[in-house]
Each structure stands twice: as structure tokens, then as C-alpha cells.
């Protein structure tokens, strides 16, 4: 056995895995609060990257460098995919609120192959590339082997958001007004929640996350596209249902099972099956424990 | 005035919203930027003027609602153009006749000589139609959302690919055969989701058919790779030496021969015993499995079908092409032909065959926006959810109602 090999990809599934776990936030709280599967969030993702990387080519060749730059990069592809969120919401989903269920799905995968091709026409079909705007720390210097400072921030910067949102839901009043609203949209509209806001703040909370995401996949891989977001949110929906849809640790657990268990399935046995390793962890999943891994099976009622 | 107000509200909005994406370019190689303010003052531009349209169709609908009352419109005059006539036995089957007699003259009447461009791109809309009338089984009258139908496609074209190379067999043979290999994957990936329900159920399909491209790019001894494989021989016709134009045009009598075929089975299913399981599982699934409909053998077989067509039309498309690779069975694929099936109209086959060879040949013959194709796609996926979720031409169930403007006193009693 050799752990130092296994070490380096659990590592690296780690990563993997927390990247996945802040978009697949986006996804699960959206559908717990509406039960619908957001196609275009992956979008959204791909968006924030983009944002970022137009903010990042100006401010550099404007002559700022470093932590600066990726800092501003971040707050306004958050601000610009929040944005985004919005308006997807108001426009795609909120009319069809009590349609039949499959009408809002089709609804989001036509937004999700708008957003990719206006994205493709407004910049480019081609891969850009992003610069690299997290520096080596000195500190990191004896493990950076296993772990680069990219990987690193990108720890630290996930378990911080974790953080942010776990308080944000248990402790302020538009999260227990998700919580009320996730439960029982009928009820909570009678206590007095205005539902139709606390769904705008759940997309936006979600499109925010989903920028954080880009920015750091951008800034550790290197190079964007306007295709990305289609299969990372994929991935991230994978992740979202492995831990149990609508569970927000659930989320965060089922992306790093998924991380892990790629990166896992490339390193041992073939890399160009790495995304056949997600989908058919995928499918073994629903078809054992179709509530997800922490999800509570729900009896239904008639 | 309001309204303007807020129409310039949304024109300022949208101007906000496209300020990165749509002004700045980073051309990263010369270290350039470049603004293109021109492109954000059309965004301003046409938001407002569509939300300005929007309100004023808003307003125009509410005042006239105010001023027909009450009034309802009889029942008979609710109904599309395409309801009535198909309603009415005559005149369908003498406008069946002539469409009939359309498609078969279609290639004699547009080609001439060695130009057979246009009966090319008609076999391809037609392989589409076929596509769309099965996808229109399972997911217009089952209501299973499948999102990964062109894994079955790829089936049946890789089926006919690798007998046709490695054991010499002919087209013909192969045909049923790709049908049955479809419906076999059909079964075989329709086992374990049988428990599913909606969205969980679009996204495991959607994880098969990414599955079934990954394989068949990598595995380059079986397969042939992401290059595909070459050289798979035309439709035969008794050991006939056919030229390049007369291909095409077997071809096209194949594959119209087929949508006949599918047009003809789908009907009947439709209102068969097993058609109707399907309906009612799509409406209730609960209710349908408690009025005694074996939920597993109606999902099977809604499943297994679909795929059959898929794999049937699969050989063909392979035997016209001559060549096939796994890009011609992406997640786009899929969802082109899910869009033909809801934007025809879930369930009706006179619906899914519009809308396919609308959209199948629209981007053909306009060229100049191709580049815009796909965004106008995805828009129109989204504005008719919005608009007409129902489709252009409505699946309408037969159905009993009571008609008011014919009255009765035997009713409300």
C-alpha cells in the first residue's frame, strides 16, 4: 500500500469534494424550499467564474496585483451572480410556481442552455485562461507536496462559508423564515412570511455560493469556459442527492463523498472514467437508500 | 406612466446585469480590454421595450376580460383549429391523404439531377421525428422524464456499426436488431428506477447517457474511440449498385416508411389498455397503482418501447451517415429531442412531428443565425412553460364534458 499516494488524493478529493459541496448548497436548499431541481444553477457558476475573470483582466491591467485583485474578483462575481439568481428566478421558475411539476424542470434546463451560449456569444466559446491569483505561503512550504496554498484557501474558505450559513439558518430571521417556508409553504404564508422573498433569498444565498465556487475551482484549475457549468452542476446535484435533497449537512457530506470517491476511482483505477465513477455512485445510491444518505425516508401518504 | 417608469426600471436593470458579460472583453493574449458599450445600450434598449409590450398586453388583456363579462365561450369554440379537425373523420383523412402523398413526392419535387442536399437534411429531420414520436411514449403518455434517450439511439447505431464490421451482417438484418438491443438496454436500465419518481428519475437517466458517451469514447478496441468508427455500409436493396442520389432517396423511403410504422403503433398504443395504464400513471400515480395497474410492468414497458424506436432508428441514421462517433449522441441530443416532444405537445403525435421537423429544419435553412440558434432555443424552452406549457398542438385525452351552450335541465339537480 502506499499511503503517501493515498494521502495525495484524498487531499485532492477533499477539494474536489468542497467545491462540490458549496454549489450542491445552492441546489438543495432551492429544492427544498420549491422541490425543483435548478438546471441553471451550474450556470450560475459558470457565470461568477466569468464575472471574476473580466474583473481580474481589468484590475490587472490597471496594475493591481495579488490578494487585492482576487478579493474584489470575488465580492463582484458575487454581487453580479446573486444578480443573476434574481432574475432567473423572477423570470423562469416564478410563473410556473404551481405548474405540474416537469413544466419548471424544462423551464430550467432551456434557461440553463440560454445562459450557456449568451455567455458563449457575449465572450467566447474557447477556454480562457485564469491567472493564478492565490500566492504560495511561506508557512505552507514543508507540505506543500500534499497540499498547495490553493488547496488550502479553498479549505479554509469553504469550512468559513459553512459556517456563515449554518448561523445565518439556525439564527437570523430569514433563515428561520427558510427553515418555516421549507416545511410548509402554505403554513408559513399564513404566520405572515412573505414566501415569495424568502424564494428570492434562497436563490440568491444559493447563487452566492455558487460564485464563491467559481472563483476558486477557476483560480486552483486555471482556465474557464463557458461549458463548465453544465457538468460541475451535474456533479453538484449528484452530490446534493447522495447526501439526502432538501439536508443542508447533507449536502456538504454528500459532496465530499463524491470528491473523494472520484478522485479516488481516477487515481486507482482510470482517470477517463472519473465522471462514470460519480454517476454510477449516483445510481447505486438511489436505487439503496433513495432518502440519500442522511435523508429521512418519507412515508407517503394518500 | 407607471408603466414607463418601470419598463425603464427593467431596461436599467438588464443594462446592469450585461455590464461585464456583454461590454468588457479580456483579451488575454495581447493584454487588451475592450469595451463595447454600443452592445449595452441595444440590451437597455430592447428590455425596455419588452417589458413596456409585456405591461401594455397585460393591460389589453385585462380590458378586455372587463368587458366580456362574465361570458364564457361555448366549449366547442375553446378548441384549437387542430382539435376539431381531428375530430372531424373526413376531412383528417383526406388531409392525411395528401400529406401522404407530400412526403412521398417530397424527393422528386426539390431534387433534380445529382442535387439531393435537401432529401439528405429531410432524412435527418426525419430520424428526428422518429426520436421525438418514441421519447413521445415515454415521456408524453408515460410521464417518465427521461434525459438520457439518446443513449438508446447510440445503441442501435453502434449495434449495426459493429455487425456490420465484424460479422458482415446486412442492414436489414441489423434493423430489428438494433430495435431489440435498444429495448433490451431499455429494460436492463429500466430495472433499477422503477422506485424512482420525477426529478430523481431525469437525473439518473441523464447520468446514463453521460455514462453511455464516456464509454464509448474511451473504450478505443470495442468501439472505435472518440473517433467512431467508419465505413459502415448503406442500406442494401437486393445487391443493387445504387449511385449517391439514389441512396438518398432509399434512405428517405426507409426512415418515411418508419415514421409511418411509428405514427400507426404509437396510436394504437395510445388508445390501448396498456396506452391508457400509461396515462393514468402519468396523472396519478398513486391513484393508478390503486385501481389495480401493475406499476412495474406499465413503467417497463413505456421504458422498453421508447427504446426500441430510438434503437431502430439508430441503425438507419448509423446506415446513412456511414460513419458515426460518440459526439453525435451528447446531453444536447437529448435535449433537443425532449424539446420537440414538449414544445409539440406532451402526448400528441400530430404535435411532436411539427415541432421536430421545425426544429430539426429551421437551423438547416437559416444559416445566417446559426450562431444564435442555441439561445433562442433555450429561450423559447422557457417562454413556452411559460405561455403554452400544454404544447402547440394539446395531447387532449378524449373526454366527457358538459356542454353549457347546449343546456339541459337534468343537470345541478
Given amino acids: ?302 | 406612466m407607471n408603466h414607463f417608469k418601470r419598463s425603464l426600471g427593467i431596461g436599467l436593470w438588464f443594462m446592469f446585469l450585461t455590464l461585464p458579460l456583454v461590454v468588457v472583453r479580456v483579451n488575454t493574449l495581447s493584454q487588451e480590454v475592450e469595451w463595447r458599450w454600443a452592445n449595452m445600450l441595444w440590451v437597455g434598449l430592447a428590455a425596455f421595450a419588452i417589458a413596456w409590450a409585456w405591461r401594455y398586453s397585460i393591460d389589453r388583456r385585462a380590458a378586455r376580460q372587463a368587458q366580456g363579462g362574465s361570458q364564457t365561450r361555448p366549449l366547442s369554440a375553446r378548441r384549437s383549429w387542430a382539435q376539431r379537425l381531428s375530430d372531424d373523420p373526413i376531412l383528417s383523412r383526406r388531409l392525411l391523404m395528401v400529406a401522404a402523398l407530400a412526403a412521398l413526392a417530397f424527393p422528386w419535387l426539390v431534387s433534380t439531377g445529382q442535387n439531393f442536399y435537401h432529401v439528405n437534411i429531410m432524412v435527418s429531420a426525419l430520424i428526428f421525428v422518429v426520436l421525438g414520436l418514441g421519447l413521445n411514449i415515454t415521456v408524453g403518455l408515460a410521464g417518465l422524464l427521461d434525459l438520457g434517450y439518446i443513449a438508446f439511439f447510440a445503441v442501435g447505431a453502434y449495434t449495426y456499426a459493429l455487425l456490420s464490421k465484424n460479422f458482415d451482417l446486412g442492414f436489414w438484418t441489423c434493423l430489428p436488431l438494433g430495435g431489440i438491443m435498444g429495448m433490451f438496454f431499455g429494460l436492463v436500465l429500466g430495472f433499477p428506477i422503477l422506485r424512482l419518481r420525477g426529478d430523481y428519475l431525469a437525473i439518473v437517466t441523464l447520468g446514463f447517457g453521460s455514462i453511455t458517451k464516456i464509454v464509448l469514447e474511451n473504450s478505443d478496441v470495442l468501439f472505435g474511440g472518440a473517433a467512431g468508427i467508419a465505413g459502415i455500409p448503406r442500406p442494401d436493396l437486393f445487391g443493387l449498385v445504387l449511385d449517391g442520389r439514389e441512396k438518398s432517396l432509399y434512405s428517405y423511403y426507409i426512415v418515411l416508411a418508419l415514421v409511418a410504422l411509428t405514427v400507426f403503433v404509437t396510436n394504437r398504443l395510445k388508445n390501448s389498455r396498456i396506452g391508457w395504464a400509461w396515462m393514468a400513471l402519468r396523472e396519478d400515480e398513486i391513484a393508478c397503482v390503486a385501481m389495480g395497474v401493475d406499476m412495474a410492468r406499465t413503467k417497463l414497458s413505456a421504458y422498453a418501447l421508447g427504446a426500441f424506436w430510438a434503437g431502430l432508428v439508430g441503425v438507419i441514421f448509423a446506415a446513412h451517415n456511414n460513419f458515426i462517433n460518440p459526439d453525435s449522441f451528447t446531453f444536447m441530443d437529448s435535449a433537443m429531442i425532449l424539446a420537440m416532444v414538449v414544445l409539440g405537445g406532451m402526448g400528441s403525435i400530430l404535435g411532436v412531428i411539427i415541432a421536430a421537423l421545425a426544429l430539426k429544419l429551421l437551423p438547416e435553412y437559416l444559416r445566417a443565425f446559426a450562431e444564435y440558434r442555441m439561445l433562442v432555443f433555450g429561450a423559447v424552452m422557457v417562454l413556452m412553460m411559460i405561455f403554452r406549457p400544454q404544447g402547440l398542438i394539446s395531447g387532449l385525452r378524449r373526454k366527457y364534458e358538459y356542454d353549457v351552450s347546449k343546456g339541459s335541465d337534468d343537470v345541478g339537480k
Avoid at chain 1, 444559493?206 to 476558486?216: E, T
Avoid at chain 1, 451535474?234 to 446534493?240: D, E, P, Q
Fill in chain 1, 1 to 302: 500500500m502506499d499511503f503517501q499516494y493515498l494521502f495525495e488524493l484524498l487531499c485532492g478529493g477533499m477539494v474536489k469534494g468542497s467545491i462540490y459541496a458549496l454549489i450542491a448548497l445552492g441546489y438543495t436548499m432551492v429544492y427544498g424550499i420549491i422541490q425543483l431541481i435548478n438546471f441553471a444553477h451550474g450556470e450560475i457558476y459558470m457565470i461568477g467564474a466569468f464575472v471574476a475573470f473580466i474583473v481580474t483582466g481589468v484590475l490587472t491591467l490597471a496594475g493591481y496585483s495579488g490578494l487585492t485583485v482576487l478579493v474584489v474578483a470575488a465580492i463582484v462575481a458575487m454581487i453580479y451572480a446573486a444578480a443573476y439568481g434574481y432574475t432567473l428566478e423572477k423570470i423562469a421558475y416564478r410563473p410556473l410556481r404551481n405548474a405540474p411539476r416537469l413544466s419548471p424542470l424544462i423551464s430550467a434546463i432551456g434557461a440553463s442552455i440560454f445562459l450557456m451560449n449568451y455567455v458563449q456569444l457575449a465572450q467566447t466559446p474557447d477556454f480562457l485562461p485564469f491567472p493564478e491569483l492565490i500566492s504560495d505561503f511561506a508557512f505552507m512550504e514543508p507540505i506543500s507536496r500534499y497540499v498547495s496554498s490553493a488547496d488550502l484557501v479553498i479549505l479554509v474558505v469553504t469550512a468559513l462559508t459553512m459556517i456563515a450559513l449554518t448561523v445565518l439558518i439556525k439564527y437570523t430571521r430569514i433563515g428561520k423564515a427558510m427553515r418555516a417556508t421549507q416545511q410548509d409553504a402554505v403554513m408559513a404564508r399564513l404566520v405572515g412570511i412573505n414566501v415569495d422573498r424568502v424564494i428570492s433569498a434562497t436563490f440568491i444565498i444559493g447563487s452566492l455560493l455558487a460564485a464563491i465556487a467559481g472563483v476558486l475551482i477557476a483560480s486552483r484549475t486555471g482556465q474557464i469556459n463557458a461549458a463548465i457549468g453544465f457538468m460541475a452542476g451535474i456533479k453538484a446535484f449528484t452530490a446534493a442527492v447522495l447526501g439526502g435533497i432538501g439536508n443542508i449537512p447533507g449536502a456538504v457530506l454528500g459532496g465530499l463523498v463524491l470528491g473523494i470517491a472520484e478522485t479516488l476511482g481516477a487515481g486507482y483505477i482510470s482517470s477517463a472514467y472519473e465522471d462514470v465513477f460519480a454517476f454510477g455512485l449516483l445510481v447505486l445510491i438511489l436505487i439503496l437508500r433513495p432518502a440519500g444518505l442522511l435523508g429521512k425516508a418519507v412515508k407517503q401518504k394518500v
